[in-house]
């Protein structure tokens, strides 16, 4: 069976043109930024403040999450609404890291106990605490947590054959219920005040301008190894059936594959790079609460992905930090507008730009005029020998 081909533009090779531009974006932002920050004096006009490096972190966390809900709404067809559950997942569990760190240094001066146990007069740690004194181990339950849930919820989900809406509202709802569950106290996860006050990372004072800078690199780092196991995915064979399912679920599944197979993977990969982009989350902003896991988060990242273009990956990664730039800006100006403005926004991006940015760009190409003098259309042929 020929699969139907991705939205995206079409592949020459395992990086593209678009591909090679982002990659190269990436590494100049690594090298440029901390030397600004680092080098360049704070009086020059060329000086990038340490709260401008976490900022753009913090972009960057969230573009790792849209390329991640990208993998399964673009290539896949799953309107997931509810990846801020496996997001806020993998920054609860650096944030349980962190906490190990603070040690005696803590408001009460207890070497184990977080303060909020403390306050709320625990005796013990929780059992699953154990082990989030080391990085290597926080590290591993960043992915493995979200992962576990992910490949549980879509096992129960896919083997039944939930899709469409149905499936988009299930996923909400599951993040709406760990939202209330973190919310209690008795979960031993700070409550309504989450986990915050960290001070250490391996070692090393969160705060100091040469962290934030290090932090603003693995970040990249992890943006960039993330497109790159997306996009070998989508090129594979796997990656073929995988769009098969997406433009048609029932005939793929009659020609013999076992889609819910595909699916499961899929979804299970996705949900672990969002855990990652939330530990890295946690690391830029110092804080993570229950209001991670709500439905509004999960929903404004499928704006994000709508926003750069539906099925591209680097699309679904700029239409994230175009459009959280553009909220940092009109939330310090005009604060009541953002979200009559983020709503306007999914209308205009629905009725105007179904393929987002990326496709007005691919559209504007194809309009200009050839270098013969044409006026283009919709892509400038050679002539026939």
């Known amino acids: 069976m020929s699969a139907p081909s991705s939205p995206s533009a079409p592949n020459t090779g395992f990086l593209d043109a678009r591909g090679r531009i982002f990659l190269l974006v990436i590494v100049a932002a690594g090298l440029l930024v901390p030397l600004a920050n680092l080098a360049v004096p704070p009086e020059s006009a ?81 059992w699953y605490w154990y082990g989030f004194n080391h990085f290597a181990f926080a590290a591993v339950m960043i992915v493995v947590v979200p992962g576990v849930l992910a490949f549980i919820f879509g096992w129960l989900t896919f083997r039944s054959r939930v899709n469409g809406v149905y499936l988009s509202i299930i996923t909400q709802a599951m993040t709406f219920a760990l939202l209330l569950a973190f919310f209690r106290n008795d979960m031993g996860f700070g409550g309504n005040n989450g986990l915050t006050d960290f001070k250490d990372i391996l070692g090393f004072d969160i705060r100091a301008d040469g962290v934030r800078v290090a932090l603003f690199v693995a970040t990249l780092v992890a943006l960039a190894v993330g497109y790159l196991i997306a996009r070998w995915l989508t090129l594979s064979t796997y990656g073929k059936v995988l769009v098969a399912v997406r433009d048609a679920e029932s005939r793929t599944r009659f020609l013999g594959y076992r889609v819910e197979h595909y699916k499961l993977v899929a979804w299970t990969i996705s949900a672990m790079l969002a855990g990652v982009a939330g530990a890295l989350y946690v690391t830029q902003v110092g804080i993570i609460n229950p209001s991670e896991f709500s439905p509004a988060n999960s929903i404004e990242a499928v704006i994000w992905v709508a926003v750069g273009g539906r099925g591209t990956l680097v699309g679904a990664a700029l239409g994230a930090v175009v459009v959280n730039f553009a909220k940092t800006w009109l939330t310090g100006a005009l604060p009541e507008v953002w979200l009559f403005a983020l709503g306007l926004l999914f209308v205009v991006v629905t009725l105007y730009m179904p393929k987002g940015i990326l496709g007005l760009i691919n559209q504007w190409k194809g309009r200009r005029p050839t270098p013969r003098g044409g006026t283009g259309g919709t892509a400038a042929q050679e002539p026939a020998e």
């Not at 609860?92 to 977080?114: D, E, F, S, T």
């Open 46 to 126: 060329f000086h990038v403040p340490t709260y401008a490096v976490s900022l753009m972190g913090k972009y960057l966390s969230y573009a790792l999450l849209a390329l991640a809900l990208d993998l399964v709404w673009g290539y896949c067809g799953i309107l997931s609404l509810g990846h801020g559950a496996f997001f806020a997942l993998g920054g609860y569990a650096m944030g349980m890291y962190l906490m190990r760190q603070i040690g005696p240094r803590g408001v009460y001066g207890n070497p184990v106990l977080p303060d909020f146990m403390v306050f709320l007069n625990w005796q013990e740690l929780p």
